[in-house]
């Protein structure tokens, strides 16, 4: 069973950082496309980012463009969300996901062709 597991989620002040980490475990990491989506309290999940497996390709949200960057580091089984310029809307659970499929040009914006998902970890932006 592929297990996804979240960190590094905690309070920050609107215009402070955070970075994201997520593992997955019996899942050859190499060639799947991840994402990041988050949910905040009576909203739909929205996809954040994501990288296709060999990690040439990126997609942002417009609402994150330019502040937050996603990146895969293969050899460790990591995946990463660097959040900067952090604003009170990003508030939300954020989970990693993982595709089952091996893509390793492109990446899915939509959390349907991810099976795979963590339990998410909390980032709060207060004002």
């Known amino acids: 069973q592929v297990q996804v597991v979240e960190s590094g989620g905690g309070s920050v002040q609107a215009g402070g950082s955070l970075r994201l980490s997520c593992t997955a475990s019996?899942?050859?990491?190499?060639?799947?496309?991840m994402g990041w989506f988050r949910q905040a309290p009576g909203k739909e999940r929205e996809g954040v980012s994501c990288?296709?497996?060999?990690?040439?390709?990126?997609y942002y949200a417009d609402s994150v463009k330019g502040r937050f960057t996603i990146s895969r580091d293969n050899s460790k089984n990591m995946l990463y969300l660097q959040m900067n310029s952090l604003k009170p809307e990003d508030t939300a659970m954020y989970y990693c996901a993982a595709d089952p499929r091996v893509r390793y040009r492109a990446c899915g914006r939509d959390a349907s062709e991810y099976n795979y998902w963590g339990q998410g970890t909390q980032v709060t932006v207060s004002s």
């Open positions: 990288i296709s497996g060999g990690g040439g390709s990126t």
């Open positions: 019996k899942l050859t990491f190499d060639g799947h496309a």
